[in-house]
């Protein structure tokens, strides 16, 4: 079984950064060579894609609302995918999620990890 790990969550101030990284337990999967994407949730909503990273040539996507302050990105040493967020807003506070794509970006999640809260104040 795929278990995914996030970490780097907290408290930050509006306009604060936050990185958040994601890491496979084992040797069940590597990160390195999977499509890895974020999600979030925050009370009362839906849970929405942020970002994703492809598997084939690194090609990130992300949703309109972090477009421009978020980064996705592999620390191939580490075999880590990262989210750099930055200018983070009320609006980014939730629980954020990593979630493996075994069908490639487009696709549904195959395997989510537990979540890592992100609180931003004003």
């Known amino acids: 079984q795929v278990l995914l790990v996030e970490s780097g969550g907290g408290l930050v101030q509006a306009g604060g950064s936050l990185r958040l990284s994601c890491a496979a337990s084992g040797f069940t999967l590597d990160l390195n060579d999977e499509h890895i994407a974020w999600f979030r949730q925050a009370p009362g909503k839906e849970r929405e894609e942020v970002s994703c990273?492809?598997?084939?040539?690194?090609?990130?996507y992300y949703a309109d609302s972090v477009k421009g302050r978020f980064t996705i990105s592999r620390d191939k040493a580490k075999r880590t995918v990262n989210l750099q967020m930055n200018s983070l807003t009320t609006e980014d506070t939730a629980v954020y999620y990593c979630?493996?794509?075994?069908?490639?970006?487009?696709?549904?999640?195959?395997?989510w990890g537990r979540g890592t809260q992100v609180t931003v104040s004003s």
């Open positions: 990273i492809s598997r084939l040539d690194d090609t990130t």
């Open positions: 979630a493996h794509k075994s069908r490639g970006c487009r696709g549904r999640p195959s395997n």
